[in-house]
Every structure is written in structure tokens, then in C-alpha cells.
């Protein structure tokens, strides 16, 4: 092939970039496996950034066994909730092992968000998570090599069926059981110093080796609140389940 003159260096660096370009999953297998997908779950893809991340969430949507009722409130549901009985009822469970904490752990306290976490905030998180990107990373490098031309619709099976080589600590947007006021996250904090927070990377080093995974658990006993936990897939200790009890 003949190039222009004083093309040749161009020529060079391009494809220098190019051997190093992520790899793509050609569009029909990422259409196929997401033909399924109901409009909301669409419409979160579109926000999310860069193709693995994007196939990673798609994975969790076609896993999920309730995608519907799973699903993260809207914003007007989530203004609904504001001030009501069940808001209420819940955060007053949130006080009690707080107090039951406190009690038990003189000059330490647990700090909580009580907000519900909107799609917004779990599409922001989803994209800047590490451990979403390591896990999108292998995924994406995976699905090039299982995608085929013309075997499109095995790719979906293949998806459901791949599994992470390391835990991801978020759910994917819209699956969080933050986005229906489901859970909550509690931090250790003496003051105003945070001594046990929610980076996975302080499970041993706080939560195991100092106790705090321990004593969250005794006051949640102590208080009686309507509370299950921890989170075992990924290992959160800070994590617990709101089980609300029926009217």
C-alpha cells in the first residue's frame, strides 16, 4: 500500500493506538442481550460510561429474579415517602441500634444516611466504583472472545452464566435496596473522626480485627429493630436489611 508523503509517522501512531484500544463487543451481541430489558433498565444504560460497565449492569438485570419489583423508586416516589409513616417507622428502627450502640460503646456512635439513594446517585457511584471497573475490565475482555458472528443470541446465555474473578461492591443502578429505602449503611465515627466507614478495603484492618462488625451486630439484637444483616456477597458488615413489617 502506498501512503502520502510524510504520512508514514501517522500511519505508525495510529496504529500504535489501536493495538491499544480496549476491545468492543460487536453491537449485535450487546442488542441481543439486551433486547429483553424493560425501558427503565434501558434508559439506565444509557448513562452508564464505557461498554463494560454498561454489560456488567446488563448482566445484573437479566440475574435479577424480580427485575420490576426490584427496581429503585422514581423521584416522585421517593418525595412520597418524605414524612410518611413508613419513613418514620423505619428511621426509628435506625435510632434504636443507634442508641443500643451508643449505650453499649461509650464516646463511639454510628453515623447513617437515611436518604434514599436515587438512580442518579447509583449511576454516579456505578461509574466511578473501582471494583466496577476491575470486574467491567474482565467482563469486556471475556465477551469479545465469546461474542460470534452470526451465534448472537448465545451471547446472552453466556452473559447470564459469567461470573467476576473479585466481588463488586455495588449493585447495579436500579437494583440497590438503597433506592427503596431497604438498607442502611452504618459508619463508626468517635467525634468527629470516622473509625470504621464503608470502604471494603477496612473489613479486616476495622471491622474484623477491631470489633466493630461484632458490636454493630450485638446492637442490632439489643435494639429489636426490624433489621437483617450483615451483608454476606459482598462482605459489608456495615451493611443491614430494612424488613418492614406489614400493615
Same mark, same amino acid.
Given at each position: 500500500?502506498?501512503?502520502?508523503?510524510?504520512?508514514?509517522? $501517522?500511519?505508525?501512531?495510529?496504529?500504535?493506538?489501536?493495538?491499544?484500544?480496549?476491545?468492543?463487543?460487536?453491537?449485535?451481541?450487546?442488542?441481543?442481550?439486551?433486547?429483553?430489558?424493560?425501558?427503565?433498565?434501558? /434508559?439506565?444504560?444509557?448513562? $452508564? /460510561?464505557?461498554?463494560?460497565?454498561?454489560?456488567?449492569? =446488563?448482566?445484573?438485570?437479566?440475574?435479577?429474579?424480580?427485575?420490576?419489583?426490584?427496581?429503585?423508586?422514581?423521584?416522585?416516589? $421517593?418525595?412520597?415517602?418524605?414524612?410518611?409513616?413508613?419513613?418514620?417507622?423505619?428511621?426509628?428502627?435506625?435510632?434504636?441500634?443507634?442508641?443500643?450502640?451508643?449505650?453499649?460503646?461509650?464516646?463511639?456512635?454510628?453515623?447513617?444516611?437515611?436518604?434514599?439513594?436515587?438512580?442518579? /446517585?447509583?449511576?454516579?457511584?456505578?461509574?466511578?466504583?473501582?471494583?466496577?471497573?476491575?470486574?467491567?475490565?474482565?467482563?469486556?475482555?471475556?465477551?469479545?472472545?465469546?461474542?460470534?458472528?452470526?451465534?448472537?443470541?448465545?451471547?446472552?446465555?453466556?452473559?447470564?452464566?459469567?461470573?467476576?474473578?473479585?466481588?463488586?461492591?455495588?449493585?447495579?443502578?436500579?437494583?440497590?435496596?438503597?433506592?427503596?429505602?431497604?438498607?442502611?449503611?452504618?459508619?463508626? =465515627?468517635?467525634?468527629?473522626?470516622? =473509625?470504621?466507614?464503608?470502604?471494603?478495603?477496612? =473489613?479486616?484492618?476495622?471491622? $474484623?480485627?477491631?470489633?466493630?462488625?461484632?458490636?454493630?451486630?450485638?446492637?442490632?439484637?439489643?435494639?429489636?429493630?426490624?433489621?437483617?444483616?450483615?451483608?454476606?456477597?459482598?462482605?459489608?458488615?456495615?451493611?443491614?436489611?430494612? /424488613?418492614?413489617?406489614?400493615?
Amino acid at each position: 500500500m502506498d501512503f502520502l508523503p510524510g504520512t508514514a509517522g $501517522i500511519v505508525l501512531l495510529l496504529a500504535s493506538q489501536w493495538s491499544h484500544a480496549a476491545p468492543a463487543v460487536p453491537g449485535a451481541c450487546f442488542d441481543a442481550a439486551a433486547a429483553s430489558l424493560p425501558v427503565q433498565a434501558g /434508559e439506565a444504560l444509557d448513562r $452508564i /460510561e464505557g461498554q463494560g460497565r454498561q454489560l456488567l449492569a =446488563v448482566r445484573s438485570y437479566l440475574r435479577a429474579a424480580d427485575l420490576a419489583g426490584q427496581w429503585s423508586w422514581s423521584q416522585e416516589r $421517593i418525595e412520597a415517602y418524605e414524612g410518611s409513616a413508613a419513613q418514620r417507622a423505619a428511621h426509628a428502627d435506625v435510632a434504636r441500634v443507634q442508641a443500643a450502640f451508643a449505650a453499649a460503646n461509650p464516646g463511639y456512635a454510628l453515623h447513617v444516611n437515611l436518604q434514599v439513594r436515587s438512580l442518579d /446517585e447509583q449511576v454516579r457511584k456505578w461509574n466511578g466504583n473501582a471494583s466496577v471497573g476491575a470486574a467491567a475490565d474482565a467482563l469486556l475482555r471475556a465477551a469479545t472472545r465469546a461474542c460470534r458472528p452470526g451465534r448472537e443470541a448465545l451471547f446472552e446465555r453466556w452473559l447470564r452464566s459469567w461470573r467476576p474473578p473479585a466481588a463488586v461492591n455495588l449493585a447495579a443502578p436500579g437494583l440497590s435496596s438503597h433506592g427503596q429505602a431497604l438498607a442502611y449503611d452504618f459508619q463508626v =465515627v468517635q467525634g468527629d473522626t470516622l =473509625v470504621a466507614g464503608t470502604d471494603s478495603r477496612s =473489613v479486616q484492618s476495622r471491622w $474484623i480485627a477491631d470489633g466493630w462488625a461484632a458490636r454493630l451486630a450485638a446492637a442490632v439484637r439489643e435494639s429489636g429493630a426490624s433489621l437483617s444483616g450483615p451483608l454476606r456477597r459482598p462482605d459489608e458488615p456495615w451493611h443491614y436489611r430494612y /424488613e418492614p413489617s406489614s400493615p
